[in-house]
């Protein structure tokens, strides 16, 4: 009994060892952008082999001054256009993609399984095989260069779709048909029945499709012109530059990770148990 209690000990010692050293892995660099973001630009392009500065600095004004001076790109007009889009998105996709894995998970419809392959066979798709086709789409209904451009061809997410449809299922029918007996129309399933019970999914998913969003950067840089590029967009061509400015690149990196990180620790009690609530089926 004591050398298996040891046993789990080793393991267990393994086990928070790993993830700790992977979580540094991956808070290092994102710590480093935050504070190389205060620095003056000498500070970042140090060659004295010196460790780096692990310290706040004093720049970060000058930084975002500097930055928002650029005549090329608006910075703060790409913040605004980032948040908005991705803010939108979420709200339509989840909408679409809610209704969608309802209808897949609870009704039973001609070609159903075979419409649900098809939305899935869409994955293996490359985006970059979809960015002229959706181009010449978008061109011949006069939407380049707008928000909806951006919003729409990926609103009915299929990894949205599969993962509500997963959650849907652990809904009970019973639940259903008892709403259906109280005089409850197929809507009123949907929005007072399902979407109650679903919150936990939905947040989860809510995370999911900002990032997705957040994070877009060729379809955005293709249909959109200076005025309405996204935070990926804009720092692209701050690094396109013929002298990279380091310091206001570093700044514009950190004020692209500070949403990111507000979305998920204001639904992070949400996520893992929306994640996981697909798994169990009734």
């Not at 600095?57 to 930084?63: M, T």
């Not at 955005?220 to 400015?245: C, E, S």
């Amino acid at each position: 009994m004591h050398e298996k209690s040891k046993t789990e000990a080793l393991w267990r010692f393994g086990g928070y060892g790993f993830l700790i050293a992977a979580a540094l892995f991956m808070i290092v660099p994102i710590y480093w952008i935050v504070i190389a973001s205060t620095l003056p630009q000498s500070a970042i392009l140090s060659s004295s082999g010196a460790l780096p500065q692990l310290l706040p600095g004093g720049h970060f004004v000058e930084n975002f001054q500097a930055l928002q001076s650029r005549q090329y790109v608006n910075f703060m007009s790409s913040v605004w256009n980032s948040i908005f889009i991705a803010i939108v998105y979420t709200v339509l996709a989840l909408i679409l993609c809610s209704m969608a894995g309802f209808a897949f998970a609870k009704y039973e419809f001609r070609f159903k399984k075979s419409i649900f392959a098809g939305i899935l066979a869409t994955l293996i798709i490359p985006v970059n095989l979809l960015v002229i086709p959706l181009f010449l789409v978008m061109s011949t209904a006069n939407m380049t260069n707008t928000y909806a451009a951006v919003i729409l061809p990926w609103a009915a997410y299929p990894v949205g779709i599969f993962f509500m449809r997963q959650s849907m299922q652990a809904i009970p029918d019973a639940l259903l048909e008892s709403a259906r007996m109280d005089g409850a129309s197929e809507f009123q399933l949907f929005y007072r029945v399902a979407i109650p019970s679903m919150r936990s999914s939905m947040a989860a998913l809510a995370v999911i499709l900002f990032l997705f969003q957040w994070n877009m950067f060729l379809w955005p840089l293709v249909v959109l012109d200076t005025d309405k590029f996204t935070i990926p967009v804009a720092i692209t061509k701050i690094m396109g530059q013929q002298v990279v400015a380091f310091d206001q690149l570093m700044v514009a990196s950190a004020v692209a990770i500070l949403p990111m990180f507000v979305v998920f620790l204001a639904l992070q009690k949400y996520f893992v148990r929306g994640i996981l609530s697909g798994a169990v089926k009734e």
